[in-house]
């Protein structure tokens, strides 16, 4: 299948070329191509069947939106400008979301504190009410919102998604291994009690591979790593070297996971990677790329 992968260049987006590439043709589309310059014309000159959307302006820093700024700029009108490129057209959409759309919904109530972790009670189900509150979580709920006006779209909203390679826009799993390595004292908040079900990239792309393989429709579905892949920020500072020294910087963060209740009903999808097995591969490879 001709895929359109916009984002390629990013750090999920890279991870999900490698791995579509396999059994598919994949077209990127990067940063300095723009999402704005998608016409019906770049679809159909390439024979396009599916298109990815992985951009994004990730403003997690600031809650008030302004018209203009890149976060509406990409988030907003980009997903807009691509909806209307596709319109009327037999093409696939995936737009990938975030779990921030849903805000801060894990309270104190919600775990039971253990030395190194904080056990939720329940997980985040695809049904959970919205709340975002950063810019970064409101222009990706919009961007659902454009999505769904596409009739062959899906929404995949992830919660922590890693790769196997070093990348120069680390998520925090790779911030904490490189400050590691480097022996550096890591800054937490919450003591680092707080857990993520972190997914890895192959996963995704398995499961997108699941819809463009299929005739299901309209979905917005949440994806993360499964019980086997939640971990805590401190459970990951002490597997890379428990004489790590940790600061507490304050903020509550109670922690994080799906139940992938949609994405097993839909697709019978379940996370198969380990990340127990996969910190040794993400270790090596940033090393190599420090050598």
Partial sequence: MNILLIGHEGYVGSGLYSFLSKKNKVMGWSHDQDILSITPEVILKNKIKAVINCATVADKANQTFKLESQSDIVNIKGMYNLVKALEGLDVKLVYISTKDV??????????????????LKHLIDDSQPFAPRT????????????????????????????????????????????????GEKIKVTSQGKQ???????????????????????GKKINAGGGPANTISILQLIKMLDKKTEIEDVGGIDYGFAFNNRLAKKLFGWSPEELFSEKLPVIINNIKGASD
């Fill in 102 to 119: 849903f805000g801060d919904c894990i309270s104190k109530s919600d775990v039971i504190e253990k030395k190194d972790h904080y056990a």
């Fill in 135 to 182: 810019v970064y979580a409101k222009t990706k709920l919009v961007g659902e919102f454009i999505a769904e006006s596409h009739p062959k779209s899906i929404v995949i909203r992830l919660s922590s998604c890693y790769t196997d390679f070093s990348h120069h826009s680390s998520n925090w799993i790779l911030n904490i291994i490189k400050s590691s390595l480097k």
């Fill in 195 to 217: 857990v993520r079900d972190v997914l890895h990239v192959d996963d995704l792309g398995k499961l997108i591979q699941l819809f463009l393989d299929s005739d299901c429709y």
